[in-house]
């Protein structure tokens, strides 16, 4: 058995959500370069450069990409032999959020009861963990600061099993018409199918963890994720929602096995300023 000072994992998730907020990863980098030379329409290619010089102002003077520095939701794969000392693993992380949104002057935009206690946390806790037990003795922390703009875009629907991929593809679709400019495009779509009404919306944002152009392992599924995103990119809403080719940058398809008499399906939004970074102990 590993032992972990529960201390380690704030001081992680402390520096992730700063580092995360502040600096885009490489794979997107060089999405907005090579849509932009896909890019047809010349508002839609100084757009992707804006967000290139933004991202650039943001990393080398240690500022948000975006003002909207998100929901804090965490995502640990805790190994079956690592055990935790030194306190409480949920108040660590949370005391982790605290410092990375106090410190780290990120802006804090979660309040206290949606109906009762509309005021403010001021800083940004309680976040949202995910949690899987895998083999061996590590601990992998993956932050995602999900901005609300895209988040309400979002939609989960109970589908008939009659329904089938045909009905995911055209409910995924509608999505996006639906959300037109509101997630700040070009986004980074996240389907999920199968599972459970809960279930199933946890798919769908898992799925915006992976890398751009990184495929599903599974042929067909990574042949849906291509074809749903050349239909995407043909709607027209384009960079910013101001006209263009290029909407979406990626489309990822997660999925679970399913009751025989449900179908369920969702799909997760996520806004051209799609941040995550990870961290292994």
Not at 148 to 170: C, F, L, Q, T, Y
Not at 211 to 238: C, F, M, P, S, T
Not at 241 to 252: C, H, K, S, V, W
Request: with cysteine; proline share 5%.
């Amino acid at each position: 058995m590993r032992s972990i000072n529960v201390k380690e994992i704030s001081n992680v998730v402390k520096e992730l959500f700063i580092k995360a907020c502040m600096e885009i990863n490489e794979d997107l980098k060089e999405a907005f370069i090579k849509y932009r030379d896909r890019e047809e329409s010349e508002v839609g290619k100084a757009v992707f450069e804006q967000l290139l010089r933004n991202a650039e102002i943001a990393e080398n003077e240690s500022i948000p990409i975006c003002q909207d520095t998100g929901f804090s939701v965490i995502f640990m794969e805790v190994g079956q032999d690592v055990t935790f000392t030194g306190g409480n693993m949920n108040s660590a992380i949370e005391e982790g959020v605290r410092a990375a949104y106090i410190e780290g002057y990120l802006r804090k935009s979660i309040v206290k009861n949606p109906l009762t206690a509309p005021e403010n946390t001021k800083d940004n806790t309680p976040p949202i963990v995910h949690t899987e037990i895998v083999p061996g003795d590590r601990v992998k922390i993956t932050v995602l600061p999900k901005g609300g703009g895209s988040e309400n875009m979002s939609r989960i629907k109970m589908m008939k099993p009659a329904d089938g991929v045909e009905g995911v593809k055209s409910f995924v679709i509608e999505t996006v018409i639906s959300a037109g400019a509101n997630p700040c495009p070009p986004v980074i779509i996240g389907v999920g199918m199968g599972g459970t009404f809960d279930y199933v919306a946890f798919l769908a944002k898992k799925a915006l963890l992976r890398k751009i152009n990184e495929r599903n392992a599974d042929k067909k599924l990574a042949q849906y994720e291509v074809q749903w995103l050349d239909e995407i990119n043909r709607l027209g809403i384009g960079p910013a929602g101001l006209g263009g080719r290029i909407t979406a940058l990626d489309l990822f398809i997660e999925v679970f096995p399913r009751h025989i008499a449900s179908y369920p399906a969702a799909v997760n939004i996520q806004c051209h300023a799609a941040r995550s970074k990870s961290y292994t102990l």
